[in-house]
């Protein structure tokens, strides 16, 4: 019997944003992109040496032009699809500086938590929606 293949498992951090009224920053991937279209919480990849937080400080800066002051563990987990693996470090953004715009052409929107999974959320992404409803 063939050995499995291993899936390309991808080490990405992501923040949760809130504003002051309770709604939750949401970005949409760029044509091109895996999973093109599809909503999900800003962050990307983490390189090499670098530490979740602070992967999640580089990607937010470039991605949305904010500096996180303030973030705290929320989840941590592996989401598997077809063609690779996902190991998610969702973080809550509690503080930060400037105005979240989308800075690579990427439409965001804020919406509240319990409308989450009615925007065309990532799969991967649901398991921080349910540990960010869990701390509310």
């Known amino acids: 019997m063939p050995k499995p293949e291993k899936l390309l498992c991808i080490n990405v951090a992501v923040g949760v944003l809130q504003d002051n009224r309770g709604q939750v920053l949401i970005s949409q991937r760029l044509p091109g992109a895996h999973k093109e279209g599809a909503w999900e919480f800003p962050g990307g990849k983490i390189h090499e040496g670098e ?57 965001i929107r804020w919406t509240l938590p319990e409308y989450l999974l009615e925007q065309g959320l990532l799969p991967a992404d649901r398991p921080i929606v349910d540990a960010l409803m869990r701390c509310r």
Do not use: S
């Not at 999640?56 to 077809?82: K, S, W």
């Not at 690779?84 to 500086?97: G, K, P, Q, S, T």
């Open 51 to 107: 530490t979740p937080l602070a992967a999640l400080t580089r990607e937010l800066a470039e991605e949305l032009g904010i500096v996180i002051r303030m973030a705290a563990p929320l989840t941590r987990f592996q989401h598997d699809y077809a063609d690779r693996a996902v190991l998610l470090d969702a973080w809550c953004v509690n503080e930060y500086d400037g105005v979240p715009q989308g800075l690579e052409g990427q439409p």
